[in-house]
């Protein structure tokens, strides 16, 4: 059964400093896609970055960049450079089957992100 | 991508009385989904709403509590039935095309049962 955990049920980063935000999953498909949101207090979800199993690249998006260890079954969030607007809260999430039709998201239970001035 | 409008965006109800959240979406979309997110919880997937036929329940959602039609492909609702103080959550509506590498989400209906 796929799954998704994030052991970081909060984090602190001083302003304009690197944060990452820890992710493994578990799945036994080999076409699956990883994603990272952002939800700040106003409860919507912000889709930040996507990496597909397949890729060799880790992706990257502005100041997220995501750190695809496949062997170890991980992906992290970076998010370099932080600033206030970053404090909320953050998901990891994923999706198998990802190049047949596959849908079906399932969630970690987040990460919250504190910003310091 | 896609523009998803969610509504109402929140709302304050009775106990024992029914709310029908609508998800429409700026054009035609494979799949939508509906989710849940109880208070300082994840998101839980409810259901699958498929166009023209009955939506596909995860484990521990049933129709007769969440009701979802989908008369078309920009369009779905969920009823949350019966509601009681427990049923206070964000529901959120998610929408996905096939091979599309994000999934979009609705504003998200932040519902309080008093």
């Known amino acids: 059964a796929q799954k998704i955990t994030q052991t970081q049920p909060g984090m602190f980063v001083q302003e304009k400093e690197a944060v990452t935000l820890d992710c493994t999953y578990d799945?036994?498909?080999?076409?699956?896609?990883l994603f990272w949101y952002k939800q700040p207090s106003s409860g919507e979800m912000i889709f930040l970055i996507y990496q597909g199993s397949y890729d060799e690249q880790n992706a990257t998006e502005g100041r997220y960049s995501l750190n695809f260890q496949k062997a170890r079954k991980s992906a992290n969030l970076v998010i370099s450079a932080s600033q206030l607007g970053d404090s909320a809260m953050y998901f990891c999430?994923?999706?198998?089957?990802?190049?047949?039709?596959?849908?079906?998201?399932?969630f970690g239970a987040g990460t919250r992100l504190f910003v310091k001035a | 991508s896609a523009v998803i409008s969610q509504k109402p965006s929140r709302d304050i109800c009775q106990r024992g009385t029914s709310l029908t959240i609508q998800c429409q979406v700026d054009s035609q979309v494979t799949m939508m989904f509906w989710y849940r997110q109880q208070p300082g919880q994840s998101l839980t997937l409810i259901a699958t709403?498929?166009?023209?036929?009955?939506?596909?329940?995860e484990s521990g959602f049933v129709i007769d509590k969440f009701p979802i039609s989908r008369p078309n492909l920009t369009f779905s609702t969920l009823t949350v039935s019966n509601m009681s103080p427990e049923d206070s959550s964000i529901y959120l509506c998610?929408?996905?095309?096939?091979?599309?590498?994000?999934?979009?989400f609705g504003q998200g209906t932040r519902l309080t049962v008093v």
């Open positions: 999430a994923m999706r198998e089957g990802i190049n047949t039709g596959g849908f079906k998201t399932i």
């Open positions: 998610s929408v996905g095309r096939v091979m599309n590498t994000e999934a979009f």
């Open positions: 709403a498929n166009q023209g036929s009955e939506a596909t329940y």
């Open positions: 799945t036994s498909d080999q076409s699956y896609g």
